[in-house]
């Protein structure tokens, strides 16, 4: 079972059959920092969703930066996030790289991509934050982001997002 971290971003590869019987003792740790790691609630088959209908509905993704809207879809499958004007969305902070972060529509799914020194702090609604550092991570419903820093949704460095 992949489980990344909630503090430095690493993935942790863990034993699903450890983690099967409720919470280990001792709980796992994080491979690159040793933090504890949390694990995600185990969800029956029944009551998930299956992925295909989850990403058959996904259409369009609006990311929101102050008075700047961008949609990402099938017609503008990729959107490029950093410091230098070349970029679809600037944001101006010493903690934001050149070229810091993308998304990509790829068939019917939204993929955040890091490729920044600092890492982008993604958090999905209903669900832990987590700090994506030189990977990528499929998105849903909505969120906020974090070029470089951690955010809250006033924050005036705060990226929204909604899959519509």
């Not at 879809?73 to 969305?89: A, C, F, I, K």
């Not at 909505?142 to 070029?147: K, N, P, T, W």
Request: charged share 25%; glycine share 8%.
């Amino acid at each position: 079972m992949l489980v990344f971290c909630e503090e430095c971003g690493s993935k942790n590869n863990l034993d699903p059959d450890i983690i099967a019987g409720g919470e280990p003792d001792p709980p796992p740790r994080c491979s690159t920092c040793d933090t504890i790691l949390l694990i995600p609630a185990q969800v029956s088959e029944t009551t998930q969703p299956k992925v295909e209908t989850v990403t058959q509905a996904m259409h369009l993704l609006e990311l929101r930066f102050h008075d700047h809207i961008i949609e990402i879809s099938q017609d503008r499958p990729s959107v490029t996030m950093g410091r230098q004007r070349h970029n679809d969305l600037v944001v101006q902070d010493n903690r934001v790289s050149r070229s810091h972060a993308r998304f990509e529509y790829r068939t019917g799914k939204f993929v955040l991509i890091d490729q920044s020194t600092n890492g982008t702090y993604v958090f999905i609604r209903g669900k832990k934050g987590m700090n994506l550092k030189q990977d990528e991570l499929p998105v849903y419903g909505s969120g906020i982001i974090g070029l470089g820093r951690k955010v809250t949704p006033d924050s005036p460095q705060a990226i929204h997002f909604t899959i519509i």
